[in-house]
């Protein structure tokens, strides 16, 4: 199974932007999808951003124009730069592999930390 780990999350000001990483153990070249997901307090985890093996993306409506997500099948990584951030984008943010653009997969990461605040 492949294990995979997060990072960029922070505390940023509305307006400003993050990049988050996503970093696979085992290559990711064969995998059908991956995406991001986030989870607030209260929330059910949503679907962000997805994108497949051949560059199909779909993104949920709120974050469309502000966030791209993106894949590095040789570095068997998975990004999500985030642009014009704000509070309602705060959340822990999940790299998931597997599954499709619609639905996740089982392979879940530890998340990382997404806090829009003035």
């Known amino acids: 199974q492949v294990q995979h780990v997060e990072s960029g999350g922070g505390l940023v000001r509305p307006g400003g932007s993050l990049r988050l990483s996503c970093v696979a153990s085992?290559?990711?070249?064969?995998?059908?999808?991956v995406s991001w997901y986030r989870q607030s307090p209260g929330h059910q985890r949503e679907l962000v951003a997805a994108v497949s093996n051949d560059g199909i993306t779909n993104y949920e409506g709120r974050v469309k124009g502000r966030f791209t997500i993106s894949r590095d099948n040789a570095k068997n990584t998975v990004s999500l730069q985030m642009n014009n951030l704000k509070p309602e984008d705060t959340a822990t943010y999940y790299c998931n592999v597997g599954g499709s653009i619609w639905f996740p997969g089982d392979a879940w990461g530890q998340g990382t930390q997404v806090t829009v605040s003035t």
């Open positions: 085992d290559s990711i070249a064969a995998i059908t999808a």
